[in-house]
Antibody, heavy 121, light 110 residues
Framework: QVQLQESGPGLVKPSQTLSLTCTVS??????????WTWIRRPAGKGLEWIGR???????KYNPSLQSRLTISVDTSKNQFSLNLDSVTAADTAVYYC?????????????WGQGTMVTVAS | QSVVTQPPSASGTPGQRVTISCSGS????????VYWYQHLPGTAPKLLIY???QRPSGVPDRFSGSKSGTSASLAISGLRSDDEADYYC???????????FGGGTKLTVL
């Protein structure tokens, strides 16, 4: 059974870079059936799709974040990562990683437990 | 403000049937499959419905999905106290060229 786990700092200063990693266990990130996705939930707001990556490194980003966003994959470690530059308080959120189906996109299953990231000085 | 609209809240009593709507346009719901997620704060969101009306294994048949035109609905029958959660629809949007979530509906079991 595939499981995902987010990790990274819980506090980031404004204007700095938010960096998170998602570790996949119980399955291979090289599986061509899936995309690997980041989603966030700001406090008091709904879910927001951030972006996704395929095992080849091909990415797709939310246009509203694209200029600040980099998602990368490390197949040797079965991990994928998120870097969000120039963060502000608006980036404070619970960040989730999830698996998405290539032939059934938007089918996010499973999800990680989520990690809270606060942007504050 | 999401391009896909859900009511912010819904409620029902135990045993009752409730429905949650998800309203969009031809560039999203009208052209693509709709997915539904259940989210209890502090836990991982859970896939409830995929491809408009399909249930993953392990999801009770009390949960059902439907779609008509540019709107979709999630129905929960035999409401239970542990159904109290936030519910989100998700759909691909051609204009944004990516997935969008509805704003979420907070379900309260009275």
């Amino acid at each position: 059974q595939v499981q995902l786990q987010e990790s990274g700092p819980g506090l980031v200063k404004p204007s700095q870079t938010l960096s998170l990693t998602c570790t996949v266990s119980g399955g291979s990130i090289n599986d061509s059936t899936y995309y690997w996705t980041w989603i966030r939930r700001p406090a008091g707001k709904g879910l927001e799709w951030i972006g996704r990556i395929y095992n080849s490194g091909r990415t797709k980003y939310n246009p509203s974040l694209q200029s600040r966003l980099t998602i990368s994959v490390d197949t040797s470690k079965n991990q994928f990562s998120l870097n969000l530059d120039s963060v502000t308080a608006a980036d404070t959120a619970v960040y989730y990683c999830a698996r998405d189906f290539v032939r059934d996109t938007n089918r996010f299953d499973p999800w990680g437990q989520g990690t809270m990231v606060t942007v504050a000085s | 403000q999401s391009v896909v609209t859900q009511p912010p809240s819904a409620s029902g009593t135990p045993g009752q049937r409730v429905t949650i709507s998800c309203s969009g346009s031809s560039s999203n719901i009208g052209s693509n499959y709709v997915y539904w997620y259940q989210h209890l704060p502090g836990t991982a969101p859970k896939l409830l419905i995929y491809r408009n009306n399909q249930r993953p294994s392990g999801v009770p048949d009390r949960f059902s999905g439907s779609k008509s035109g540019t709107s979709a609905s999630l129905a929960i029958s035999g409401l239970r106290s542990d159904d109290e959660a936030d519910y989100y629809c998700a759909v691909w949007d051609f204009s944004l060229n990516g997935p969008v979530f509805g704003g979420g509906t907070k379900l309260t079991v009275l």
